[in-house]
């Protein structure tokens, strides 16, 4: 078995990310789900930007890294989600369910 470089791992992470994370928040907005779509795209690469390149550098690695930065990713796609699809309530849903899903996949694969 071969061993990813760095940036292979992580653009290998990152379409993982968003191969799990937009069709659960699309699928949570019936009648939008193109729009936020198109809008949870650009909010995940930013925040999975943020949590494999900055946090580590802010956060001492562990446990309570790790959850800060999940919360982060969660808050912050569901305040572009509220903003896109008009429902707070909603957002937090669909982002809350999205970042799981891929959190635990990426578990599964990677450990």
């Known amino acids: 078995m ?8 992580y653009l290998l ?3 993982l990310t968003l191969a799990i994370e937009v069709p659960v928040v699309a ?3 019936p009648g ?5 779509a198109l809008v949870a795209v650009p909010a995940n690469v930013v925040t ?4 494999h390149f900055i946090f580590p550098r802010l956060l001492a690695p562990g ?6 930065g999940e919360a982060f990713a969660t808050l912050a796609e569901a305040a572009v989600y509220a903003v896109a699809g008009r429902d ?5 849903v669909a982002s809350a369910l999205a970042n799981a899903a891929s959190f635990g996949a ?3 694969l990677w450990g």
Do not use: Q, W
């Open 2 to 9: 071969t061993t990813l470089s760095p940036l292979a791992g």
């Open 13 to 15: 992470a990152l379409g």
């Open 27 to 29: 699928a949570l907005y």
């Open 32 to 36: 939008r789900r193109r729009r936020l």
């Open 48 to 51: 999975h930007l943020a949590l």
């Open 63 to 68: 446990a309570p890294a790790l959850f800060l």
């Open 88 to 92: 707070l309530g909603r957002a937090l």
């Open 106 to 108: 990426g578990v599964l």
